[in-house]
């Protein structure tokens, strides 16, 4: 029995409601508000949208996708590829909760430790990996060159989010009826046919709810590559979120940063319902 | 309902047998060496800490000889600017530790409200809500800043706790978890003439316990992590979280100080890996049966 009582739903709801007014609507509202504005250092002035079109026309700001766009067409595949394997692994073994265990402790870690850990150990003084190379005869061995920043950052992004990846993978395999795969291998089917034809399509909403965390992360990047910063002289907009706190605190164009922001959060928005939009519809289609 | 099974169980993770396991060999490999991989940086972490700074630069993979851990990193870590570790640390449980609590008793009483109680404007409500909250934090976090420095409460404590009560995922699993308490317990406790604040704590609370700890977890884990709000917030270093402080260690001349960072992230990763740990038993939420 629901009762109908506005008056007491909003007593119970006015503290999270005045916390989340002041600290996250307010702010979305006064940020559509200043950016229509110019700012250097104190000075302010009504520029209307001219702070949106400079960001459309702002090279480096596009320019800092280049990283997020590696990770969703590199490193992203790779990832949500090895957490399949590892999820198919999980229900396969029995010993598989010291592996769960293992591939999740990572992600336990904050983004900031992850990337001080891989950016040292791939650093030129304290690297365990280069006597190895200097071993193998490379002369002169570096591993953080610019080249090889994406990379890094694959191996950090890998590290972190695999065992998290494939426990939600591993869920969505267990929640599969066993009758399923009873029947194909009653019909004949070996392990990766069942796999393959079973299994994986099940997989299919799952993967798709991953890759839209996965994008949104990956446009959003901005604690892992902290640390390489020490060793490393990172570009200003080596991200567009790092671009954007650049330009609010280093640059002082503030409202400029916050028009960037909401471009950026546009844009995360856009990729999300795309996504979404394009899963529920199939979702339709089979019901 | 289960239907008989006519059919032998396909092999899976229950049964024993010593065929399983040379058949599943490949897996084995592959998973083992995959731990490894994965092990490696978490060894070359702990190994790291017993280490000075001469003995980092060898990039070998064995402990400090001889050990560093206490004498040099623990020591020196806390020596940093005349101690200034110990306030990150006290800030970084004052932030997650009262951001976690308030933040989601908070969400639990929101919840409570979707859950017990038809309202104007309900379902656009939780709309807005769950929209609002998909606003990434960099794109609210150069407003809050600007609304901070207006009120002046920019680089006080307040600019980080204030933002960090907000807790919209918390909202939406106690709509979750509430959901799970049947109406039946709510009504008969009505009845018995408990008012409306009555039930919440003495019968709504309880029975969502394990759900309430499992937040309480979650959100502590998510404060402590969070980079970028002091990062923005902040300027005076006796504020300053251990996320923020561990990249602030540095030499008079701006350079890392590599085993005090090393040893700082150490100790900024203990109180998350206990957390982990004892999340592993409040993981899975259960109803107490009240209701049979």
């Known amino acids: ?287 | 309902m289960r239907e008989q099974r006519l059919v032998k169980p396909v092999p899976g993770p229950r049964r024993f047998a010593p065929v399983a396991f040379v058949r599943n060999l490949p897996f084995h490999v592959v998973a083992a060496s995959f731990s490894l991989l994965f092990l490696l940086p978490l060894y070359w972490f702990v190994v790291s800490t017993t280490k000075d700074a001469s003995q980092l630069y060898q990039g070998t993979l064995t402990l400090g000889n001889p050990n560093h851990f206490i004498h040099d990193n623990l020591t020196g870590v806390f020596a940093f600017q005349h101690g200034v570790f110990g306030l990150w640390l006290v800030n970084s449980f004052l932030y997650a530790g009262v951001g976690a609590l308030v933040g989601t008793f908070v969400a639990a009483l929101a919840g409570f409200a979707f859950r017990r109680y038809g309202f104007f404007g309900k379902r656009l409500l939780f709309v807005l809500i769950l929209g609002f909250a998909l606003v990434p934090p960099f794109a609210t976090a150069l407003p809050l800043f600007s609304i901070f420095r207006d009120f002046g409460l920019l680089d006080t404590r307040w600019s980080v706790l204030i933002p960090s009560l907000v807790n919209v995922f918390g909202v939406y699993l106690m709509v979750v978890y509430w959901n799970q308490v049947p109406d039946e317990l709510f009504d008969a406790a009505m009845i018995d003439g408990a008012n409306d604040v009555t039930i919440f704590f003495r019968v709504g609370l309880p029975n969502i316990l394990p759900g309430f700890t499992t937040l309480i977890l979650l959100a502590f884990v998510t404060v402590w992590n969070n980079y970028f709000l002091p990062l923005v917030m902040l300027s005076s270093s006796d504020k300053y979280p251990l996320i923020r402080g561990i990249l602030t260690i540095t030499s008079l001349q701006g350079f890392p100080i590599y085993n005090l960072n090393i040893m700082g992230a150490f100790l900024t990763s203990i109180p998350l890996l206990i957390m982990f740990l004892v999340m592993q038993r409040f993981l899975a939420p259960q109803l107490t049966g009240a209701v049979r």
Request: glycine share 6%; net charge positive; aromatic share 18%.
């Open chain 1, 1 to 287: 029995m629901k009762r109908f009582s506005t008056l007491k739903a909003f007593g119970f709801l006015a503290p999270f409601l005045a916390i989340f007014g002041f600290a996250v609507v307010y702010p979305v509202i006064l940020g559509g508000y200043l950016s229509l504005f110019g700012q250097r250092g104190a000075r302010r002035w009504w520029v209307g949208l001219g702070n949106y079109h400079q960001v459309i026309t702002d090279p480096k700001f596009w320019e800092g996708f280049k990283i997020p766009m590696f990770l969703l067409f590199v490193q992203v595949p790779f990832m949500l590829f090895l957490g399949v394997v590892f999820a198919l692994i999980y229900e396969r073994v029995r010993t598989a909760r010291a592996y769960r265990l293992i591939f999740y402790l990572p992600y336990a870690f904050p983004g900031i430790v992850a990337g001080l850990l891989w950016s040292y150990m791939f650093s030129k003084s304290m690297s365990p990996f280069l006597p190895i190379l200097k071993a193998l005869g490379v002369q002169n061995p570096k591993l953080i060159t610019y080249p090889a920043l994406p990379w890094i950052l694959l191996v950090i992004a890998v590290w972190e989010f695999t065992g998290y990846t494939s426990l939600i993978l591993y869920a969505t395999l267990l929640a599969i009826p066993r009758e399923y795969a009873e029947q194909a291998q009653l019909d004949g089917a070996n392990y990766s046919q069942v796999v393959w034809y079973v299994k994986l399509p099940m997989l299919r909403n799952t993967l798709l709810l991953l890759l839209i965390f996965n994008i949104i992360g990956a446009l959003q990047v901005f604690n892992e590559p902290q640390f390489l910063g020490q060793l490393i002289t990172l570009p200003p907009n080596f991200t567009p979120a790092i671009y954007i706190y650049n330009q609010a605190f280093s640059y002082g164009a503030f409202t400029y940063a916050i028009a960037m922001g909401i471009v950026l959060a546009a844009i995360i928005f856009a990729v999300s319902f795309f996504f979404l939009n394009r899963s529920t519809r199939e979702l339709n289609v089979r019901a």
